[in-house]
Every structure is written in C-alpha cells, then in structure tokens.
C-alpha cells in the first residue's frame, strides 16, 4: 500500500551540494521511522541516515557531518540535505521506512554522481 518516490539525484561537482527528496503516499507517515541508504557499484548497501518519529537521528560514519535527514509530515516527505559532497558518496541512493507493525518499504532509488 505505502509507496516511497525519491527524486532530487544528478550530477554535481566535488564540494557541491543536493537534496533528495521522498515523496511518501499511503499509510500513517508520522509514525514510520524513515531513512537513506546508498549503494555504489561493487560494494554493499550502507546505512546513510535514520529518523525516527521522535526526531532522533543516525548517521553513517562517513558521510556524519555533512548530511542532514529531515522530515515534513503535513507533505509526507522525507529530505536528505547533502553538503560538501565527494566523489566517493556517488550511489544510487534509496528512501526505506518501516511502519510500527513491521512493515518495510523502499523506493526506486535515485542516480547521485560526484564528478568533476
């Protein structure tokens, strides 16, 4: 039933920054707990950050610091404000939200490339 869209991704040079969007439809959004992850050709998914209804957040040790989760519940979005982007956080980078009865949804993914 719930469905999660991200849009935002593209190509920004070294030091840049972007923000993906996720666009949730379905469900009670405010009480998921929501998150990014990324994955880069031949390495394995990693956590990227977790926001729970609380406002309590985690960050991956690699990109803390830099990155910021956020959310909107009126617009049942979740956000992921990039900076001082790297050429090593190209991925494909997925929204995932988990309901309280243990559900767990994910995106598309959306294409972020780190280049010069």
């Known amino acids: 039933q719930v469905q999660l869209v991200e849009s935002g991704g593209g190509l920004v040079q070294p030091g840049g920054s972007l923000r993906l969007s996720c666009a949730a439809s379905?469900?009670?959004?405010?009480?998921?707990?929501v998150g990014w992850y990324r994955q880069a050709p031949g390495k394995q998914r990693e956590l990227v950050a977790i926001l729970y209804p609380s406002g309590s957040t985690k960050y991956g040790d690699s990109v803390a610091g830099r990155f910021t989760i956020s959310r909107d519940n009126a617009k049942k979005t979740v956000y992921l404000q990039m900076n001082s982007l790297k050429p090593e956080d190209t991925a494909v980078y997925y929204c995932?939200?988990?309901?309280?009865?243990?559900?767990?949804?994910w995106g598309q993914g959306t294409q972020v490339t780190v280049s010069s």
């Open positions: 995932d939200a988990n309901s309280p009865y243990g559900n767990d949804y």
């Open positions: 379905g469900g009670i959004f405010s009480v998921y707990v």
